[in-house]
């Protein structure tokens, strides 16, 4: 026997046919990365609906999402801001109504003096 002539691992060649089979079959991982993913906080209807935002028909398996008042479209929920945007705009809100930290006491400063010779407040 010369060194061009190696023979196949018993288990390469199983292994071999295995994966053959499973192209063939059109199963294993490739077959379900072939599915379209949902958009983030979406489910696949179980059964046909309407949406209540826009009143228009969905089918089973379409993509929907929570709506204000139940399950719809993912294009008719309204818009969520991230955490930052919502901070932003509740902190807006409360100094645009005058509730600021300030705003919570009145100030014990006296009228040209520092802050380290102020009076107890009253």
Same mark, same amino acid.
């Given at each position: 026997?010369?060194?061009?002539? *190696?023979?196949?691992?018993?288990?390469? !060649?199983?292994?071999?046919? *295995?994966? =053959? %089979?499973?192209?063939?079959?059109?199963?294993? &991982? =490739?077959? %379900? &990365?072939?599915?379209? /993913?949902?958009?983030?906080? /979406?489910?696949?209807?179980?059964? #046909?609906?309407?949406?209540?935002a826009c009143f228009k028909d969905y089918g089973?398996? !379409?993509?929907?999402?929570? *709506?204000?008042?139940?399950?719809?479209?993912?294009?008719? =929920?309204?818009?969520?801001?991230? *955490? =930052?945007?919502?901070?932003?705009?509740?902190?807006?809100?409360?100094? !645009?109504?005058? !509730?600021?930290?300030?705003?919570?006491?009145?100030?014990?400063?006296?009228?040209?003096? /520092? #802050? /380290?010779?102020?009076? #107890?407040?009253?």
């Open positions: 026997m010369g060194q061009s002539e *190696v023979l196949p691992h018993p288990q390469r !060649e199983a292994i071999k046919r *295995v994966q =053959a %089979a499973k192209k063939k079959a059109g199963g294993g &991982k =490739a077959a %379900a &990365k072939k599915e379209v /993913s949902l958009p983030r906080g /979406s489910v696949r209807a179980a059964y #046909p609906g309407t949406c209540p089973k398996g !379409e993509a929907i999402t929570k *709506v204000t008042d139940g399950w719809g479209h993912p294009g008719c =929920a309204p818009r969520q801001l991230p *955490v =930052a945007e919502r901070e932003f705009a509740r902190n807006k809100a409360r100094i !645009e109504s005058g !509730e600021t930290f300030r705003g919570q006491k009145p100030s014990d400063w006296r009228r040209g003096a /520092s #802050p /380290s010779s102020t009076r #107890p407040a009253r």
